[in-house]
C-alpha cells in the first residue's frame, strides 16, 4: 500500500537554525499538509497546500514557517530561525481531495512523522 | 471555533474487555469525525470515520457513532487485544469550502495487558 514517507525521522538543530523537514507524499495525492504535536499536547494543523500555493494556514504558521514543493515528489517545510519551542514531532498528510462536507471525502494519510528537537 | 474533547488517559483493560473511548466535538455547521490510531513508533492511521449524524463508521472491530444530538461520537470495541495498545485519536473536519484541517483532541493512550 502506498503511504506518506518522512525524512529525517530525528533532526537535532542549534537554536537559531534553519532546518528543512522532507516529506513523499503518494504519488497520486493532490493535497498536502503539516501539523506538529509538541509532547504531551493536541496534534495541531500548520498548514495546507494545493496547486502550489498555500490553501489554509493556522496561527501557529508564522512568517518562520514556509513549504514548497520543489520538484514532482517532494514537500518541505523550512523553519527560518529556529526557536526552542519550534521542538515537536512534525507530521506530513496528503489527501487526493480536501473537499469536505457531504461530498465524496478523502482521508488524509500521515507519514510516521519527524522528530524535531532544538537544542 | 471547533474543538474536540475526549476523556483523559491513560487506560489499561485486560484483553477481552470492553472499551469505550469518549470523544465529544464543538463545530459549526456539519463536520466530518474521524478516529485515528497511533502505534508506538508509527504516524496517524485512520481507524473510522462518519461524515453526517447517524453514521456509523467501523473498522477492525472498532465502531463510532456520529451522534448529532449529543455532539458525541465516542469509540468502542467489543473485546479489545493487546495488539489494539496504541494512543487513540478523535479528529473533527469543519464541513465548510475551503476547509481541509483536521481538528484532534489530545489523544488517549490505551494499553491492553494479557
Known amino acids: 500500500e502506498p503511504e506518506v514517507t518522512q525524512t529525517p525521522s530525528h533532526q537535532v538543530t542549534q537554536m537559531g537554525q534553519e532546518v528543512i523537514l522532507r516529506c513523499v507524499p503518494i504519488?497520486?495525492?493532490?493535497?498536502f499538509y503539516w501539523y506538529r504535536q509538541i509532547l504531551g499536547q493536541k496534534v495541531e494543523f500548520l498548514v495546507s497546500f494545493y496547486n502550489n500555493e498555500i490553501s489554509e494556514k493556522s496561527e501557529i504558521f508564522d512568517d518562520q514557517f514556509s513549504v514548497e514543493r520543489p520538484d514532482g515528489s517532494n514537500f518541505t517545510l523550512k523553519i527560518r530561525s529556529t526557536k526552542l519551542e519550534d521542538s515537536a514531532m512534525y507530521f506530513c498528510?496528503?489527501?487526493?481531495?480536501?473537499?469536505?462536507?457531504?461530498?465524496?471525502?478523502?482521508?488524509?494519510?500521515f507519514g510516521d512523522g519527524t522528530r524535531l528537537s532544538i537544542l | 471555533g471547533n474543538s474536540v474533547t475526549q476523556m483523559e488517559g491513560p487506560v489499561t483493560l485486560s484483553e477481552e474487555a470492553f472499551l469505550t473511548i469518549n470523544c465529544t466535538y464543538t463545530?459549526?455547521?456539519?463536520?466530518?469525525l474521524f478516529w485515528y490510531v497511533q502505534y508506538p513508533g508509527e504516524g496517524l492511521q485512520l481507524l473510522l470515520k462518519?461524515?453526517?449524524?447517524?453514521d456509523k463508521g467501523s473498522n477492525k472491530g472498532f465502531e463510532a457513532t456520529y451522534r448529532k444530538e449529543t455532539t458525541s461520537f465516542h469509540l468502542e470495541k467489543g473485546s479489545v487485544q493487546v495488539s489494539d495498545s496504541a494512543v487513540y485519536f478523535c479528529a473533527l473536519r469543519f464541513s465548510g469550502a475551503g476547509s481541509y484541517q483536521l481538528t484532534f483532541g489530545k489523544g488517549t493512550k490505551l494499553s491492553v495487558i494479557p
Open positions: 463545530a459549526t455547521g456539519y463536520p466530518s
Open positions: 462518519a461524515t453526517k449524524a447517524d
Open positions: 498528510a496528503s489527501s487526493e481531495s480536501g473537499q469536505g462536507g457531504r461530498g465524496v471525502f478523502q482521508p488524509q494519510h
Open positions: 504519488s497520486n495525492h493532490l493535497y
